[in-house]
């Protein structure tokens, strides 16, 4: 039903999208309020409706810092760049990056990066997709990829901008309702069953026997011993009756494996074995803080706010909404409004994952934590109101996958069709539409290659690129005039090189263990401030490259439209043409 409703809502946009301007930036005539909403239904993915709740489940309340991040991101964009970013009369961040240094050199490499970081945001969308359609239906995870995948194309091709923005409007607010009306009922139920306390540690255990059947084979591990009853293979043994795992006995590698098939009963007060594969997601602290198997954990707190709090500048699908505001007070309102649409869905997700602890213990043992919104409606509710709590949030989580990919969709697309694409497609909507396909295709045909790594996780890795790349090109091209185009170059290189380079060992499971493996997990807090150096460093050392004419384009940024300066060129002109406004492209 949601997939219909987002079909039947994008189609209004077909109607109302004619021109190429239509397509990439909605005209720039949404209002801040309806812009907001919007931003809010982009903005929270799957690792918002799903990872945030499997995190708190898994690591307890340290893993609030993601919401809090999450929120606060758009602080520091409303601060320092939502404004003078509109004002540039931009479409996308490559634009800006040429309107700013006149660089078709620099516009190049920012488009590649742009490409980069949102396919790296469309891997969880799609994981998460097929994740929640396997919950739900037992289908395969290929079916949920290509379903949403196939959804995003059509509404993307029928409207772009245009009709995305009325779909991730609708969709935030569906978005909310499906994640807060269950809440009320879970907890009325917790309260009507005593309100049992859910273990305040990161180590949670039953407060009622529980019983599970495993799919899979998982490997777990135990960090105190664990006495419980199992039928089925344990280490390639087959058992019948009690169970007991040490922490010390199960050997240098502190596992043991359970095969598939095997039921599990952990009675009242069984610590909860938790599956290898939370504790080995890639380091954006999936295991419990403080874990022997999780060392370094405040470093990774604090590297993971610095990518959280400087990424959201950077991702192309959340900048790309600020072009479509009329005027810089509109970009500006826009973002304040945003932080209170997020803070008010932010604070169901814990509520679930607090409840989790108590009525779905046994997730932690069959690794799928990230399930657990899908999965509490139904166990907490047994019967039809059950199924109908259940059926609500399925219906939120599809249109956290949708509402995300087609954001990301419209600004990889327009990117695709505006740099990469162009001596090979028809330019327009045409190329916008051949861009559009890509865009959605090369992240679907990649999803099984991030399977290691969990949604929130991916999310993370993706934030800290971004805050490697684009916030020092944004906060230094906006607020410093010396700023050269060899160390914007320079800076681009290194911080895209480092972040991506410790993003794909993390999801590709190459990651090793101990501070290494810290600093490639969580790179952020290093790779920001290296890129931030390079830039500055390298700028002092080549004034000659700083563009002519940087006095006009920051007026540009800075100076209110009403003020404006009467020989500044107009908003709606081509890229080409604002960017020789400003002195001739380097090529």
């Known amino acids: 039903m949601v997939c219909v409703a987002t079909l039947a809502v994008g189609a209004l946009g077909l109607r109302l999208s004619r021109t190429t301007s239509d397509f990439y930036v909605a005209s720039r005539v949404v ?3 309806w812009n907001a909403s919007a931003i809010g239904g982009e903005y929270l993915s799957a690792a918002s409706f799903l990872g945030v709740a499997g995190l708190v489940l898994a ?43 006149g660089s078709a050199r620099l516009r190049r490499v920012a488009s590649v990066l742009v490409v980069g970081i949102g396919w790296l945001y469309l891997l969880p969308q799609f994981q998460g997709a097929g994740l929640a359609l396997r919950a739900a239906t037992g289908a395969p995870a ?39 009306i269950p809440v009320f009922f879970l907890l009325a139920v917790w309260w009507r069953d005593g309100a049992p306390a859910a273990p305040a540690d990161s180590h949670p255990v039953t407060v009622r026997p529980v019983t599970v059947r495993l799919v899979d084979t998982v490997r777990v591990r135990v960090d105190t011993p664990t ?70 954990t405040l470093y990774r707190t604090y590297s993971l706010l610095v990518a959280l709090l400087l990424g959201t500048m950077g991702l192309p699908h959340v900048i790309v909404r600020f072009y479509t505001n009329p005027d810089g007070g509109g970009a500006r309102r826009t973002a304040a409004a945003v932080i209170g649409l997020l803070g008010a869905f932010y604070l169901f997700p814990p509520v679930y994952a607090a409840l989790g602890r108590v009525y779905a213990p046994d997730l932690l043992l069959t690794g799928r934590t990230d399930t657990v919104v899908l999965a509490l409606p139904a166990r907490v509710l047994p019967g039809a109101a059950g199924e109908a709590l259940a059926a609500l949030v399925m219906g939120g989580a599809f249109a956290a996958f949708l509402s995300t ?18 001596h090979r497609t028809r330019t327009g909507v045409a190329g916008f539409r051949a861009g559009a396909v890509l865009a959605v295709a ?82 952020a807090a290093w790779t920001v401030p290296l890129a931030f150096a390079v830039m500055v460093l390298v700028s002092l050392r080549t004034p000659a490259t700083v563009p002519a004419g940087v006095g006009r384009v920051l007026t540009r940024l ?30």
């Open 31 to 33: 209002s801040p309020r």
């Open 59 to 101: 690591a307890g309340a340290d893993m609030l810092w993601y919401p809090i991040g999450y929120t606060a991101g758009y602080l520091v964009l409303l601060v320092l760049v939502a404004a003078p970013l509109r004002r540039s009369g931009a479409f996308t961040l490559p634009d800006f990056a040429e309107i700013r240094m």
């Open 142 to 180: 290929w079916l949920g990829v290509v379903i949403v995948a196939g959804v995003v194309v059509l509404n993307v091709l029928a409207g772009g901008m245009r009709s995305i923005t009325i779909v991730q409007a609708f969709q935030y607010w569906l978005k909310l309702t499906a994640i807060a």
């Open 227 to 296: 006495t419980f009853t199992m039928y089925g293979v344990l280490d390639g043994e087959p058992v019948a009756g009690p169970v007991r795992l040490d922490p010390v006995a199960l050997g240098p590698t502190g596992t043991a494996v359970l095969a598939a098939g095997s039921t599990v009963t952990l009675p009242v007060g069984t610590p909860v074995p938790r599956a290898e594969t939370i504790l080995s997601r890639g380091g954006t602290g999936s295991a419990p803080a403080g874990s022997a198997h999780r060392d370094h």
């Open 405 to 422: 990919s087609s954001g990301l969709t419209v600004s990889v697309a327009g990117v695709l069709s505006q740099d990469l694409l162009r």
């Open 442 to 523: 090369a992240p679907a045909a990649g999803t099984l290659l991030a399977t290691r790594v969990g949604l929130a996780d991916t999310v993370g890795l993706a934030f800290a690129v971004a805050a490697s790349t684009f916030c020092p090109l944004l906060v230094l091209g906006i607020w410093w005039r010396r700023l050269s185009v060899a160390g914007a170059l320079c800076g681009l290189a290194v911080g895209g090189l480092t972040a991506t380079s410790a993003a794909m060992a993390t999801m590709l499971g190459w990651a090793p263990a101990g501070l290494a493996g810290a600093l490639l997990a969580q790179p």
């Open 558 to 587: 800075h100076v209110p439209e009403g003020v404006r300066a009467a020989r500044a060129t107009p908003p709606d002109s081509t890229p080409s043409d604002r960017a020789l406004a400003f002195g001739p492209p380097d090529r």
